[in-house]
């Protein structure tokens, strides 16, 4: 940093003016390009994709201002449908670092993991790194095996339906939000006014019914017979990598490499080629890139007001680490 304010104290010393910045725009692509991570050994060798899940589950555009914007749950599907066109892709890696997200937008992803072992017989291994709390593990409970990473944060196995109620703060200074509606439930769920009994009582049946949807998926997927176990691990409560594996949420517990290793066990090969799927503008290196760049120190980050909001009213498998 010392060199580069030098550097420009020396320019406008020497009258050639401020330094100035050339931005070239680059169009979106909906191509994948497919990156090998690691080369596999013999003339041709068999692929194991890794397809990353990371962030939250939301069936929206992110991105903005100068970045590249993406919608994680199609760019997911693009990539599975790329590992099932590829017959030499035989099997795949989620590798899951997500706190969760809408619960719609997560049962579409479990599904998608579900009807690609059954139309490809290919096996797929969830590889959990920081973590995969609610929406996040019910998508990794689509794959065959689960490997959780021991320090990861697995769990979160609930619903939750989160808004504000800003009726008070508007009497304070005076004013009143009215809605004029076509029954007494239609704006149910507004922050211009607190829940009515009536009200919390439709919104609480709705939680416990994606609850117990997401319960059922556990039992189909994870043998817990234990029922006090079972309560326990869905109670909404994170636990350790570890504590996973006790409770029988998670296969094993290792790191991505290990994931790799079974998953090429399963697909029966030796010594595969690792691949990633990822946009021209996306960052490559090793298998635990990530998809966005990360930011560093000293990295000139553009950002418009406004381009960041809260989460909008719904229903989420989330965990949301307040």
């Given at each position: 940093m010392r060199m580069i304010a030098l550097l420009t104290l020396l320019t406008f010393l020497a009258g050639c003016g401020t330094p100035s910045f050339l931005i070239t725009p680059v169009a979106n692509t909906n191509q994948l390009k497919e990156e090998q991570v690691r080369r596999g050994r013999g003339l041709s060798p068999a692929k194991i994709a890794i397809i990353e899940l990371d962030g939250m589950l939301i069936n929206a555009r992110s991105g903005g201002f100068l970045q590249p914007t993406e919608n994680k749950l199609s760019l997911f599907i693009q990539q599975l449908e790329q590992a099932e066109?590829?017959?030499?892709?035989?099997?795949?890696?989620?590798?899951?670092?997500?706190?969760?997200?809408?619960?719609?937008?997560?049962d579409i992803a479990y599904k998608a993991i579900v009807d690609f072992r059954e139309s490809t017989g290919k096996p797929v291994v969830a590889s959990t790194q920081e973590m995969a709390a609610s929406g996040g593990y019910y998508v990794a409970l689509g794959a065959d095996r689960i490997v959780a990473h021991p320090t990861s944060v697995v769990g979160s196995i609930g619903v939750i339906f989160h808004t504000f109620n800003f009726e008070g703060?508007?009497?304070?200074?005076?004013?009143?939000?009215?809605?004029?509606?076509?029954?007494d439930?239609?704006?149910?769920?507004?922050?211009?006014?607190?829940?009515?009994?009536?009200?919390?009582?439709?919104?609480?049946?709705?939680?416990?019914?994606?609850?117990?949807?997401?319960?059922?998926?556990?039992?189909?997927?994870?043998?817990?017979?234990?029922?006090?176990?079972?309560?326990?691990?869905?109670?909404?409560?994170?636990?350790?990598?570890?504590?996973?594996?006790?409770?029988?949420?998670?296969?094993?517990?290792?790191?991505l490499e290990d994931a790799i290793d079974l998953a090429a066990e399963l697909a029966d090969v030796k010594n595969p080629s690792i691949i990633l799927y990822r946009r021209p503008y996306g960052y490559g290196g090793s298998i635990y890139a990530s998809y966005p760049a990360p930011s560093e120190d000293g990295v000139l980050r553009l950002e418009l007001p406004g381009t960041r909001s809260v989460l909008p009213t719904g229903f989420y498998y989330l965990w949301p680490a307040w």
């Amino acid at each position: 940093m010392r060199m580069i304010a030098l550097l420009t104290l020396l320019t406008f010393l020497a009258g050639c003016g401020t330094p100035s910045f050339l931005i070239t725009p680059v169009a979106n692509t909906n191509q994948l390009k497919e990156e090998q991570v690691r080369r596999g050994r013999g003339l041709s060798p068999a692929k194991i994709a890794i397809i990353e899940l990371d962030g939250m589950l939301i069936n929206a555009r992110s991105g903005g201002f100068l970045q590249p914007t993406e919608n994680k749950l199609s760019l997911f599907i693009q990539q599975l449908e790329q590992a099932e066109r590829d017959d030499a892709v035989k099997a795949v890696v989620l590798r899951i670092n997500s706190p969760g997200g809408t619960v719609t937008a997560s049962d579409i992803a479990y599904k998608a993991i579900v009807d690609f072992r059954e139309s490809t017989g290919k096996p797929v291994v969830a590889s959990t790194q920081e973590m995969a709390a609610s929406g996040g593990y019910y998508v990794a409970l689509g794959a065959d095996r689960i490997v959780a990473h021991p320090t990861s944060v697995v769990g979160s196995i609930g619903v939750i339906f989160h808004t504000f109620n800003f009726e008070g703060t508007l009497h304070k200074i005076g004013a009143r939000a009215e809605a004029i509606k076509s029954g007494d439930l239609k704006d149910m769920g507004s922050p211009f006014k607190a829940l009515s009994p009536e009200e919390r009582a439709v919104m609480q049946q709705m939680v416990d019914e994606y609850h117990a949807r997401f319960v059922d998926v556990v039992k189909r997927h994870r043998t817990i017979a234990d029922p006090a176990t079972l309560a326990k691990a869905t109670d909404g409560r994170v636990v350790s990598g570890e504590q996973a594996k006790q409770m029988g949420l998670v296969d094993a517990t290792g790191t991505l490499e290990d994931a790799i290793d079974l998953a090429a066990e399963l697909a029966d090969v030796k010594n595969p080629s690792i691949i990633l799927y990822r946009r021209p503008y996306g960052y490559g290196g090793s298998i635990y890139a990530s998809y966005p760049a990360p930011s560093e120190d000293g990295v000139l980050r553009l950002e418009l007001p406004g381009t960041r909001s809260v989460l909008p009213t719904g229903f989420y498998y989330l965990w949301p680490a307040w």
